[in-house]
């Protein structure tokens, strides 16, 4: 399995980011596919999850209804639409995905996730 980032970029505050995750090789529709990111001098944190079955899960503290997470089947790739962006988002950006999800459950865990991309960079400037 291969994952492959990309949208990342440099955007003023208060502005929008798509980030885009294409996964290439193995994926089943039990598969769980998720976001993180890691700013600089700070762990890698979740932001959001969501199934090629259907069913999503958000870092609601992170998150706070400003980012969306969405797929589409038949191009096997998942998207983050970031809108309302604060530089606090700045980070790098990475997808993952999860191919034995317990209980189909959309883990927080990075430990969870078996396949990661490359990341892409986030910069939000003030």
């Known amino acids: 399995v291969q994952l492959q980032a990309s949208g990342g970029g440099l955007v003023q505050a208060g502005g929008s980011l798509r980030l885009s995750c294409a996964a290439s090789?193995?994926?089943?529709?039990?598969?769980?596919m998720g976001w993180f990111r890691q700013a600089p001098g700070k762990e890698r944190e979740f932001v959001a999850g969501?199934?090629?079955?259907?069913?999503?899960?958000y870092n609601a503290d992170l998150v706070k209804g400003r980012f969306t997470i969405s797929r589409d089947d038949a191009k096997n790739t998942v998207y983050l639409q970031m809108n309302s962006l604060k530089p606090e988002d700045t980070a790098v950006y990475y997808c993952?995905?999860?191919?034995?999800?317990?209980?189909?459950?959309?883990?927080?865990?990075?430990?969870?996730?078996?396949?990661w991309g490359q990341g892409t960079l986030v910069t939000v400037s003030s």
């Open positions: 993952a995905l999860d191919y034995a999800p317990q209980m189909g459950i959309v883990s927080t865990s990075s430990v969870q996730y078996d396949y």
């Open positions: 969501i199934r090629w079955s259907g069913g999503f899960r």
């Open positions: 090789g193995r994926t089943f529709s039990t598969d769980i």
